[in-house]
């Protein structure tokens, strides 16, 4: 059987001990050294490609979570909603004495499946719809979830004498959209 040289493939005799062609010192278990040494990096190296492969998915599904926001005023209640969206009063009671009344208003626009519906009502004892079900609070936002397996959500946060409610898909929007709700002077009519 031949023998060649470990480091530089030239045939060598099987009694040397170093290579005729590149002097290099031939042992067995510099040969296998060589082999893990080999494994290892290509162990290291499938590692490396494994993380990388997963990073980029978080990075994309991040982004694709992420929607972008701008400042919108409905009537002297200011607060962050999807860029490109078209929020259009579609429902509206105004207030009656005591009782207060409510404005909503349902995005034609951009991001409508993750943010569907937004209301500002001053209407007392109000309660969220009968299809959801309390699934947590976050601070003073309280959230419910679709009772119907929908991955929908219905959130509500009082603002001293209003009430702002959202009902879309995306948590997280959901949540900054509330969190940035300013009240000055509103002409709503509620």
Do not use: W
Request: a negative charge.
């Amino acid at each position: 059987m031949d023998k060649y040289c470990i480091h530089c493939g030239s045939m060598i005799e099987d009694s040397s001990k170093f290579c005729s062609n590149c002097g290099k010192r031939l042992e067995e278990e510099t040969a296998t050294q060589s082999s893990s040494n080999s494994d290892y990096k290509k162990i290291i190296g499938l590692l490396l490609i494994i993380i990388a492969i997963l990073v980029i998915g978080i990075v994309i599904f991040s982004g694709f979570n992420s929607i972008p926001l701008e400042n919108q005023d409905f009537g002297g209640i200011t607060m962050l909603v999807p860029e490109g969206s078209n929020f259009v009063e579609t429902d509206s009671l105004p207030s009656y004495g005591t009782i207060g009344g409510y404005v909503m208003f349902t995005n034609g626009g951009e991001y409508y499946y993750e943010i569907c519906n937004i209301m500002f009502s001053t209407i007392r004892g109000g309660h969220a719809p009968a299809q959801v079900v309390l699934d947590r609070t976050e601070g003073d936002i309280v959230i419910y979830k679709d009772g119907s397996g929908e991955n929908m959500y219905y959130m509500e946060r009082q603002i001293g004498d209003y009430e702002v409610s959202i009902i879309g898909r995306n948590q997280d929007t959901m949540i900054e959209m509330l969190n940035s709700v300013n009240i000055n002077n509103p002409t709503l009519g509620i």
